[in-house]
């Protein structure tokens, strides 16, 4: 049965680097038959998030008056799989990317009437991780990096995989010798089936990873 997956962009370049790298996951993710929707997140969000006690209506609804709600509620929400898409700004997420997550918070805080429905909704995702930058530094992601695996941790979503490529001008991306559009097809083929380990110390486990492989 298809799976739904949500590819987040967060850049406003509709044909850069991160662009080049979304759409090689959506082609990997409709490959193996999954539905998938590629959404720039400028296009739905036109204001950060505001202070909620001023800014709901009536009814408890947020009151700015763009398309981030059916973003949220009929693309993310409804998704059992979402890939996040940034250019690397500043050793951060892009601020379209950072406003989706801040946008969030009007509908799962408890001011908002039907909050549990959306709490109810929100965990158990896969999450995945696409990064483009002009740096090959290593330590330029991992701020990134982190900040997605918190959100994780708190959503009770996996992150099963981050790629990262490096380019400046247009598209320069598929250049990356590391061949980050393979790995980024790869994440879109394998995000709903990809094996993810997050061990405790009291995980009950198998002693080998990988049960199906031929001992040695």
């Keep these: 049965m298809p799976e739904k997956l949500l ?5 406003p370049r509709r044909n850069g680097n991160t662009a080049t790298l979304a759409e090689a996951v959506q082609r990997g993710a409709e490959s193996v038959g999954n539905e998938v929707a590629l959404r720039f997140i400028d296009d739905h969000i036109s204001e950060f998030l505001r202070d909620c006690r ?8 947020c009151t700015i008056s763009d398309r981030y709600r059916s973003l949220f ?10 890939v996040f898409c940034s250019p690397i700004y500043w050793y951060g997420l892009s601020a379209q ?14 001011s908002y009437p039907r909050s549990k429905d959306v709490l109810n909704a929100m965990p158990g995702k896969r999450l ?4 483009a930058s002009e740096e090959t530094y290593p330590g330029a992601a991992l ?8 959100y994780a941790r708190y959503t009770h979503s996996d992150l099963v995989g981050v790629v990262r490529g490096v380019g400046n001008t247009r598209a ?5 010798p590391s061949r980050p559009i393979e790995q980024a097809e790869r994440l879109g083929r394998e995000i709903i089936t990809r094996a993810y380990s997050d061990y405790r110390l009291e995980t009950q486990r198998s002693p080998r990873v990988w049960p199906g492989a031929s001992r040695i």
């Excluded at 001023?54 to 609804?61: F, M, V």
């Excluded at 701020?143 to 918190?150: K, L, R, Y």
């Design 54 to 61: 001023n800014c709901r209506d009536a009814n408890g609804e």
């Design 73 to 82: 509620f009929e693309d993310f929400l409804t998704a059992r799989a979402v």
């Design 143 to 150: 701020g990134i990096v982190h900040q997605v695996q918190e």
């Design 97 to 110: 990317a950072k406003a989706f997550f801040d946008r969030s918070f009007c509908y799962y805080v408890a």
């Design 128 to 131: 995945g991780l696409v990064l």
């Design 172 to 176: 320069e991306v598929s250049e990356d």
């Design 7 to 11: 590819v987040l962009v967060g850049s």
